[in-house]
């Protein structure tokens, strides 16, 4: 079945230090989702990727799909101590959603 | 956010209980699921409900039973539970579902469910 790896699993920062997450299947994805969960909270949708190589950016965070739709990354720039949270890829392909084991990230002040 | 609700929102019951767990949607979308969230584990999608019709069991142990009365509300009946179901069950629901969905899903709180 597809599978979707997420490393680090953990990854604690200082405050304005950049952070990256990244995420890959085993089969090519007609599209990745990302999701935030933050400490005690529920996933919440961040954004979605449709086209190799897309590259879309909020704020500090850029998301980026690879040209083989195979994997994706999530880049913070100068994090901040509210970007403490567990970060979820999700991928499908001809199913529903499947998620990565998520990446949680501390970020010390 | 109050899309998505959930209750109760926390639950502790023994192995012999009966419960159930309930979600409602107030988004108009006709597709709701359950996952399963446990420590150190990727979600785990239990059931996918479209338009009322179930359309996906991950193959889930009988003593999770799934309820869609309609396209707003989902249920979860426990019977006979273990401790090892002991975890976060979370409801969703999106725009359109079914076994090629990639549509947003939204999430409600959770019910945090130990079992004792």
């Known amino acids: 079945g597809q599978q979707v790896m997420q490393i680090p699993q953990y990854q604690h920062v200082q405050e304005g230090e950049d952070f990256t997450t990244y995420c890959n299947s085993s089969?090519?994805?007609?599209?990745i989702q990302w999701y935030k969960q933050r400490p005690g909270g529920h996933p919440v949708f961040l954004i979605q990727l449709v086209k190799s190589g897309e590259v879309k950016k909020q704020k500090r965070l850029t998301f980026q799909f690879g040209e083989a739709k195979k994997n994706s990354s999530l880049h913070i720039t100068a994090t901040q101590t509210t970007d403490v949270g567990t970060y979820f890829c999700a991928g499908s392909r001809y199913s529903t959603l499947t998620f990565g084991k998520g990446t949680m990230l501390l970020v010390s002040p | 956010e109050t899309g998505v609700t959930q209750t109760p929102r926390h639950l502790v019951m023994g192995m012999t209980n009966k419960k159930s767990l309930k979600c409602e949607q107030h988004l108009g979308h006709n597709a709701m699921y359950w996952y399963k969230q446990s420590a150190k584990k990727p979600l785990e999608l239990m059931f996918v409900y479209s338009l009322e019709e179930r359309v996906e069991n991950n193959s889930v142990p009988s003593r999770f039973s799934p309820e869609c009365p309609n396209s707003s509300h989902l249920f979860l009946h426990l019977h006979t539970l273990q401790p090892e179901d002991s975890a976060l069950y979370l409801c969703a629901s999106s725009l359109t579902g079914g076994p090629t969905s990639t549509d947003t899903q939204y999430f409600g709180p959770g019910t945090r469910l130990t079992v004792l």
């Open positions: 089969t090519t994805l007609s599209n």
